[in-house]
């Protein structure tokens, strides 16, 4: 139906009460008359608006604490009703249901309440049962009936209106109805999602994901692709709830890499001091500590000055004039920082194309997450990797123990290696890498790589020996033969961590040994595909 008669009457049942009063007051001057139910109705009617209870409509009370007020065939009738079917128009006659025009609606506020922390029965209380089914039956009846569910469309639907003598048009209520399915869908994944952590159900039999746009974006890995990014509603620091300060809009790149580089660098504490990583392709090419935040820049940028052009930055705390200074120094694409002081953000807008980014603090590398990545036909879900290991959880196999100088490079390189794609080998001393090999088919090709990347950039740098001597070197899963170990030594690390579980293990420990190195058993992998 392309034509339909002004708007007449009005349902507004919201617990947002966000510009309920202003979108109250436009209607009553269209003529639209307003039915209501507890919270909103008393809101309209403290704003002096005149407000028909749903309660006089159903002849019903609102009872059961408010759990049953809608639920009725007043409500839904004239939500449903084809008004150019002559039985429903006859049965609405019949039955004295008048017809809803317009239903305004937002949900209970369940996210909210899961995120708050609130226990079971709370938030029991807060799955709302009535807004859906009504938000579903005036979707599905959107040739008739408009639904509003959002409140940035409060503005838009009197827009419309006006645009079209009091109604609004067949397109704008269909979109309408799909915004409305996508809040219930939405709503519903969050609901059964939170339910089958409380029955603790690993793998429940139906899962589903849903997220709200942030941004349109101009493309995908390439122009080719169209993309979006979408927000989980969830609060952890980190590039989805960042603060973007100046530049141009992200990219799908940029924001995967963004990502991978944060999440990287909050793995390091700002109290145990400052820490930088650099990502190139989502991968790792430069991870340091420092005494400063300015020398953590420089020793992650010296690891790979040639990937790190054109890179993503990610600083583990409050970005000052000095880093800020030695970042503009080459082209990056996005800085990502706790904050960032006043000089800081004055030597950066110089640099019109950098996009910074603040989070106000850093994600927590233990905070238990899923991920799900698509496949043809289906998707895989898995646990975050939060594995983590401390000395104590280290398994000496060698002859040589590590010196302690070796340990906090071991663990240190450890913890990079689980951000590196695998195959991963990842070259560190003291506390910066010196070489990252990542993503090869082969891991003692991972090993040469990043050497030869080390050796490259002392070739740059004027130095008379690789960084790699006297370096140690973590593998993100065991060595199945002996000849990664044996590179590695060649390029002079002195120490090693790894799994282990190989069936060579003897093979490997007996070349370590033979070669004076140090090396650790983990007993856990790092892979990352």
Known sequence: ????????????????????????????????????????????????????????????????????????????????????????????????????????????????????????????????????????????????????????????????????????????????????????????????TWMAAANCEEAPRRRAFAGTLAQTLRYGENPHQQAAFYTDGSSRPGVANATQHQGKELSYNNINDTDAAFELVSEFASSDGPACAIIKHANPCGVATGATLKQAYTR???????????????????????TAQEIVGIFTEVVIAPGADREAMSIFAKKKNLRLLTTDGLADPMAAARIFRQVSGGFLVQDKDNGHISADDLKVVTKRAPTSAELADLLFAWTVAKHVKSNAIIYVKDGATVGVGAGQMSRVDSTRIAARKAQDMADAMGLAAPLTIGSVVASDAFFPFADGLITAAEAGA?????????????????????????????????FRH
Request: charged share 25%; net charge negative; glycine share 10%.
């Open 494 to 526: 002195t120490a090693l961590i790894q799994p282990g579980g190989s069936m060579r293990d003897d093979e490997v420990i007996a070349a370590a040994d033979e070669a004076g190195l140090a090396m650790v058993f983990t007993g856990m992998r790092h």
């Open 1 to 192: 139906m392309t034509d339909l008669p002004p708007i007449r009457r009005a349902l507004l049942s919201v617990s947002d009460k966000t510009g309920l009063i202003d979108l109250g007051r436009a209607l009553a001057a269209r003529g639209v008359e307003l039915l209501s139910t507890g919270g909103s109705a008393a809101a309209l009617r403290e704003a002096g608006l005149d407000v028909r209870d749903v309660a006089d409509v159903t002849g019903f009370p609102e009872m059961m604490d408010g759990r049953v007020k809608t639920l009725h065939p007043g409500v839904h009738g004239g939500l449903l009703a084809l008004r150019d079917n002559d039985e429903h128009v006859a049965a609405m006659k019949e039955h004295g249901i008048g017809a809803i025009d317009l239903l305004v609606v937002n949900l209970y506020p369940f996210e909210e309440t899961v995120a708050k922390g609130a226990d079971f029965d709370t938030c029991i209380e807060n799955i709302d049962i009535g807004g859906p089914a009504m938000i579903r039956a005036a979707a599905k009846n959107h040739a008739f009936v408009t639904v509003v569910v959002d409140v940035e469309d409060y503005d838009k639907l009197l827009g419309d209106m006006d645009q079209h003598n009091g109604t609004t048009c067949p397109k704008f209520r269909r979109k309408l109805s799909q915004v409305a399915y996508a809040r219930t869908a939405a709503y519903d994944a969050a609901v059964s």
């Open 300 to 322: 992650a940028f010296d690891c790979d000055r040639t990937s790190a052009f054109g890179g993503i930055i990610a600083l583990n705390q409050v970005l000052d004039a000095q």
